[in-house]
C-alpha cells in the first residue's frame, strides 16, 4: 500500500496561487528529492491532485476525494450540473482531466497534506507549523424564499409578503441567534444571496441565498442546524412567503491520525520551528481520505490570514520550510515501514 501526499488544483473566482496547489507541488518536490539521490522509497509514494475541492462550480466540495473514498458514486458526480449549466463528465473530458482508473483502485497506506493555513493563527502566534489534529464539520444549504412581488409605496409593511426583508431576518438570525448563542467555533456564512426582480422600486417576489455552518463539534454543529431550521418554520408563518431549503453539502467532523500528528509535531521540533497544535476550519481532501486511511495536515502561515482572494501570501522559506517537514515526515514514515 503506498503512501499518499496531495492536496487539489481547483480554485474559486479572483482566488491566490497557493491554496491547494502547494500541497501538490510540495508532494511532487517531495518525489524530486527522492530521486535527486537516487533513493528507493520502502514503499511506493503516490502525489494526488484532487477534483473540484472548493465545490463552488459543482457541489459537493471535496468531491474527487470523495469519490476516491468510495462516499459518492463516480456516476453521480460526473452527472452533477454545474452552477453553470454544464456537466462535470463533460468538462473533464473537454480539458482532457476524464481518467479510466477505477476511483479508490489505490488505497493509501497513509495520507499527508501540505497547506496554507489560511487563516490568522499562526502568524498572529509567531509559528511556522500547524499540526492540524481535527477538522470542522461542514452543513451547506440553499435557502429559496417566495413572496409576493408589489409596488414598493403603496403596500403597507404589515401586508406584505417580502422575501428580501425574510432573507435578510434569517441571515441576521444566523449571526445573532446561531453565532451569538454559540461558544465561538460555531461559524455561519451567506456568500451568496440573490433577490428578483432585483428593481428598486418592487418588493421582491424571491429571494435565493446560501448558508454554510461549521463547528469542529458535531453536536454543537446540530444544535446550529435546528436553531435555524425552527426560525425558518416561524418566520414562514408570520410573513406569509414559502420556504424551500435543499441540502447541498453535510461532513461531519474529522479526528486525523493521532500518530501522524505526532510525527508531524515531532518534525518539526527537530528542525526548532515553531509549532502548535490546532483545528482546521476549512474543508480539505484530508478529511474525506481520512475515511479510507490514516491521516494527517500540515500548516504553514497565511499572511494576514488572507485566502480566496489575491492577496493570499505565503514567505517563499516558510513554504520551503514547510516542505522540509512533509520530506521528513515521508522519510520517518518510510524508515517505520
Request: proline share 4%; with cysteine.
Amino acid at each position: 500500500m503506498p503512501l499518499m501526499m496531495g492536496s487539489h488544483i481547483d480554485t474559486v473566482r479572483n482566488a491566490g496561487a497557493l491554496d491547494g496547489c502547494y500541497g501538490v507541488l510540495a508532494g511532487l518536490a517531495v518525489v524530486r528529492a527522492y530521486q535527486a539521490v537516487d533513493a528507493q522509497p520502502t514503499r511506493a509514494i503516490i502525489v494526488g491532485a484532487f477534483t473540484n475541492e472548493e465545490g463552488v462550480r459543482y457541489q459537493p466540495d471535496m468531491m474527487g476525494s470523495l469519490v476516491y473514498a468510495g462516499r459518492l458514486a463516480v456516476d453521480k458526480a460526473l452527472n452533477t450540473i454545474g452552477t453553470d449549466g454544464t456537466r462535470l463528465g463533460d468538462e473533464l473530458t473537454r480539458i482532457g482531466y476524464a481518467g479510466d482508473l477505477e476511483p479508490g483502485a489505490i488505497v493509501p497506506h497513509e495520507y499527508l497534506e501540505l497547506h496554507i493555513e489560511q487563516g490568522p493563527v499562526l502568524e498572529a502566534e509567531g509559528q511556522l507549523i500547524g499540526v492540524v489534529e481535527n477538522l470542522q464539520g461542514i452543513s451547506w444549504q440553499k435557502i429559496t424564499v417566495h413572496g409576493t412581488a408589489n409596488h414598493a409605496g403603496t403596500i403597507p409593511t404589515r401586508l406584505r409578503h417580502d422575501a428580501g426583508y425574510v432573507a435578510a431576518a434569517i441571515v441576521t438570525f444566523l449571526r445573532e441567534r446561531v453565532v451569538g448563542a454559540a461558544p465561538e467555533t460555531t461559524l455561519a456564512t451567506t456568500g451568496s444571496l440573490r433577490i428578483e426582480p432585483d428593481v428598486i422600486n418592487v418588493i421582491p417576489r424571491k429571494a435565493t441565498f446560501t448558508v454554510d455552518l461549521r463547528d469542529p463539534d458535531e453536536k454543537r454543529l446540530q444544535a446550529a442546524e435546528k436553531r435555524l431550521a425552527d426560525f425558518l418554520m416561524e418566520i414562514a408563518e408570520r410573513e406569509g412567503v414559502k420556504l424551500e431549503t435543499e441540502r447541498l453539502v453535510r461532513f461531519e467532523p474529522v479526528v486525523f491520525d493521532a500518530g501522524l500528528a505526532d510525527e508531524i509535531e515531532a518534525s518539526a521540533k527537530r528542525f526548532g520551528f515553531a509549532n502548535r497544535r490546532m483545528t482546521s476550519g476549512a474543508g480539505h481532501d484530508a478529511q474525506m481520505i481520512a475515511r479510507i486511511a490514516p491521516s494527517a495536515m500540515i500548516f504553514v502561515p497565511s499572511r494576514g490570514g488572507i485566502s480566496h482572494n489575491p492577496r493570499e501570501h505565503t514567505d517563499d522559506d516558510q513554504l520551503v520550510q514547510g516542505a522540509h517537514v512533509l520530506l521528513d515526515v515521508v522519510q520517518r514514515r518510510m524508515a517505520a515501514a
